[in-house]
């Protein structure tokens, strides 16, 4: 296992950790207010400082991490669930049913990603369940782009037409010889993603589009803390360090996965 | 070749149409009427609220709607802002140019910055200079681009006083370089990783291997032989990076404050002005299109086994 | 004087692993030699040895006429190759920067070898592409390599090679992708030239036949050893080692009636 990998796990797992245990705290509210303490810089009641309407950064922080852990992760979750198998069925049978996926997916990337998820905010509104929708339905065809090249790689292969010949039904030659040989690029793909949709739920939230106020993410984090950041610039530094920490754990794995798993793109 | 990017430029024409199609059907969907937005924080009596969805034509049926619109798109009428009544069309024709100058300038800096920056990873390949570049890019693979734009402002503009905070301010150069930098740094972060890729392979090949035998110079040989057959993989990802920062525009046009049409996305998301949302993303979908088709036809310019083999089969 | 003299080269990959083991060779000046031997015995290593571009590290002593080649500096090495020390790889499809034509590549090597300015070395270069068969050169200057066939990369690579007038020419494997017939002729412009040119020849192959038309030397390779070696009629003919006659029993004759 390569430093980068485990470097990514060491992160992703202290962040989860961090976020699971914060609930576990009575005192921890991300929403309550230190009438005593607005924009206080560092200190020992408030590690990282508290914002504008005197909430605690660090417990706002590690809540905002579960959003964005629990959006990113059943998001790419559910690109998966829809991208993968309308891939292989596409790749798979080819003819029309591949002509119809295929138009389909150009169509979905003929819109770039963020404009895309911004356009869609306005019809669904703010929330997180919106997100997820939004996230779900704007990533699956890069993962059923993947899938079907993969599969029409493998199905091409001279075994795998032998397979066939002999009868073999479609679902045994997929278990046994496509998704074999595709998983590993579609897991890299989908590890990077989840990296993609963390930065992609920060956009929408500062911009207002994804989690509505006052609930925990860093996006709004950022939003509020840029009406104060010229004199509190912790209140931007710290959720700003988690986004990339997040984002950065989870790209340092999907590298680590393709190096140990012999992907070439 | 021509051929070619006829055939290439008729196609994206069906897929368009799918975005228009779908765009449409799904902002059929947005909650509250429209026809409001028109009268602000005013209560509409029955008779005008019912005048305005008239004029809108919003009591038609969707199929109406979306064939009329397509017919005005096929002569280059967008509709009409719900919420300013001015047409979508010079609503873009407003605030594209100054988007497009910040991508354009964006775009060089990402040029400047990754190109070298990956070339010198990659003779320095295992060196400190290829793992110093390495961290860098990774943090900035790994930042939302209007962080990278608070940061600067912050910086720059706030405590430095080098570089204005934002706005267009006289339309000057200056104006330009913060928004522009901040997207092209992000966008160079992938770059460079890729142009160190690209080079690393052709440093490897045997015409590489050849021009060293020859005895020609490092820098001709890095520069002349090796770049020059790296630039198809580096120009794709040029291309796909427009998308890239089509999405980044939204947010550092927002962040600062720039007159251009992320920005003004931005307002008309808030407003749920329909017409100004579809035209918007529409455009920038098509621009997106376009740059990539543009990017095809560079690569056979770079590369002549892709220019000249459409054109002609040659004698052996 | 010798023009090349090695004694127990020893060259060991990236990871340690011994590739050559204590190969001697000499090419007297004006001499040709054959370095035969099967694929992966050692015969591209050392000639990237004496180039000075193994990357790998390398033990023994290597003498060009009289330089010690194992002490040059980098930058001394890059004033001899392409000069006086030629290499003409293996494979001449691939050792062609695709994105470059014919005569840019020529000029290349004239302008930073010969010193020639752009326009000169353009108008060398065309007419070298004459010399080796690629006419009209003028016309053949503007081609890219994925437009020429297998013999006519091989002629572009030998008009490199010779342009700058080489002492000592390290070809490898020449002419192995090309058909007996375009081969045929190829090497007799090799003879030619190297009749006009006077540099010594150092020849990688595996093609028995080649080494008879060209050397009057063979060394033989076997997994990184030199086994056998002297001047061709002897070693062809009473062959000291197993493997040798083994090699020759097995070789190829070039074309039909110049079999062993």
Not at chain 1, 145 to 169: C, M, N, Q
Not at chain 2, 137 to 146: K, R
Not at chain 2, 187 to 195: D, K, N, W
Not at chain 2, 292 to 312: M, T, W, Y
Request: charged share 15%.
């Amino acid at each position: 296992m390569s430093n980068t990998l485990k470097l990514g796990i060491l992160i992703i797992g202290l962040l989860i950790l961090a976020a699971v245990l914060v609930g576990l705290f009575d005192g921890a509210d991300p929403v309550a207010q230190d009438q005593q303490a607005f924009l206080e810089a560092p200190s020992a009641d408030h590690w990282l400082g508290t914002d504008r309407l005197g909430r605690d950064i660090l417990v706002r922080l590690l809540f905002a991490g579960r959003t964005s852990l629990t959006v990113s992760l059943t998001a790419v979750t559910a690109m998966v669930l829809i991208g993968l198998p309308l891939g292989l069925v596409a790749g798979y049978f080819g003819g029309w049913v591949d002509n119809v996926v295929s138009r389909l997916i150009d169509i979905f990337l003929a819109f770039p990603f963020i404009l895309g998820a911004v356009a869609l905010m306005a019809v669904f509104g703010p929330g997180l369940w919106n997100i997820f929708l939004v996230m779900a339905l704007l990533g699956w065809p890069q993962i059923a782009r993947l899938a079907r090249a993969g599969v029409i790689d493998e199905v091409t292969k001279d075994y795998v037409a032998a397979v066939k010949v002999a009868g073999a039904t479609p679902w045994y030659v997929m278990r046994r010889h496509v998704l074999p040989g595709i998983s590993g690029p579609v897991i890299v793909f989908a590890v990077m993603g989840v990296g993609t949709v963390i930065l992609a739920e920060a956009t929408l939230s500062f911009l207002g589009f994804g989690m509505p106020a006052p609930q925990p993410s860093w996006g709004l984090m950022i939003s509020d803390a840029r009406l104060v950041y010229a004199t509190a610039p912790w209140a931007l530094i710290a959720p700003g360090v988690a986004i990339i920490l997040a984002c950065l754990g989870f790209n340092l794995i999907g590298e680590g996965l393709r190096d140990l798993l012999d992907i070439h793109e | 070749m021509l051929g070619y990017f006829w055939r290439r430029l008729l196609w994206t024409m069906p897929v368009l149409l799918g975005v228009t199609v779908l765009l449409f059907l799904l902002l059929q969907v947005i909650p509250g009427d429209p026809a409001l937005s028109r009268f602000g924080d005013r209560l509409p009596s029955e008779q005008s609220l019912r005048n305005v969805q008239e004029q809108l034509r919003l009591t038609e049926s969707v199929y109406t709607q979306f064939t009329s619109y397509l017919g005005g798109l096929i002569r280059g009428d967008l509709g009409t802002s719900y919420v300013t009544g001015e047409p979508v069309r010079e609503i873009i024709a407003r605030t594209l140019p100054p988007s497009l100058r910040l991508a354009f300038l964006a775009i060089v800096i990402e040029l400047l910055i990754a190109v070298p920056a990956g070339v010198l990873a990659a003779i320095k390949r295992d060196t400190w200079i290829d793992r110093f570049s390495f961290v860098i890019a990774a943090i900035l693979v790994a930042m939302p681009v209007f962080l990278l734009g608070l940061l600067f402002q912050l910086f720059f503009a706030i405590r430095l006083h080098w570089l204005p905070v934002g706005g267009l301010g006289d339309g000057s150069f200056i104006y330009h370089l913060m928004p522009a930098a901040v997207m092209g740094l992000i966008a160079a972060a992938y770059l460079s990783r890729v142009t160190q890729s690209a080079m690393l392979e052709v440093l490897d090949s045997d015409y590489v291997l050849a021009a060293r035998a020859d005895g020609l110079p490092a820098g001709r040989i890095v520069f002349h032989y090796a770049l020059r057959n790296a630039w198809p993989p580096i120009l794709a990802l040029v291309g796909l990076h427009f998308g890239l920062l089509i999405g980044s525009a939204i947010a550092t046009e927002y962040v600062f404050d720039w007159p251009g049409l992320g920005h003004r996305l931005y307002i008309a998301v808030g407003q749920r002005d329909r017409p100004l949302i579809i035209g918007a993303t529409l455009t920038l979908s098509f621009l997106f299109v376009l740059v990539n088709l543009g990017v095809d036809l560079i690569q056979g310019l770079i590369n002549p086994k892709v220019r000249l083999s459409r054109r002609s089969e040659i004698d052996v | 004087m010798s023009d090349l003299a090695l004694k127990e080269i020893t060259l060991r990959g990236a990871g340690g692993q011994v590739i050559v083991d204590q190969a001697d060779l000499v090419v007297e000046s004006g001499e040709s030699v054959a370095l035969i031997g099967e694929s992966g015995a050692g015969k591209t290593s050392l000639a990237l040895a004496i180039m000075g571009l193994w990357p790998g590290t390398s033990e023994g002593a290597m003498l060009f006429r009289d330089r010690r080649l194992d002490s040059t500096s980098e930058a001394d090495y890059r004033a001899l190759r392409g000069r006086e020390l030629v290499y003409m790889p293996q494979d001449p499809a691939a050792a062609l920067s695709p994105t470059m034509t014919v005569g840019a590549a020529l000029s290349d090597v004239l302008r930073f070898r010969a010193g020639l300015n752009r326009t000169a070395a353009r108008e060398s270069a065309i007419s070298w592409l004459d010399r080796v068969g690629l006419s009209p050169g003028r016309e053949m200057a503007g081609r890219y390599p994925y437009q020429l066939s297998g013999g006519m990369a091989q002629r572009v690579l030998m008009a490199k090679a010779l342009a700058c007038e080489p002492q000592l020419l390290i070809a490898d494997e020449p002419f192995s992708s090309l058909d007996p017939d375009t081969a045929f002729d190829q090497i007799a412009l090799l003879q030619e030239l190297q009749v006009e040119g006077r540099f010594s020849l150092l020849l990688i192959t595996h093609d028995l036949g080649l080494a008879r038309r060209l050397a009057t030397k063979v060394v033989v390779m076997r997994s990184g050893r030199v086994v056998e070696s002297g001047p061709l009629a002897a070693v062809f003919n009473q062959p000291k080692e197993q493997y040798t006659a083994e090699l020759i029993a097995a070789g190829l004759p070039l074309s039909p009636g110049e079999g062993v």
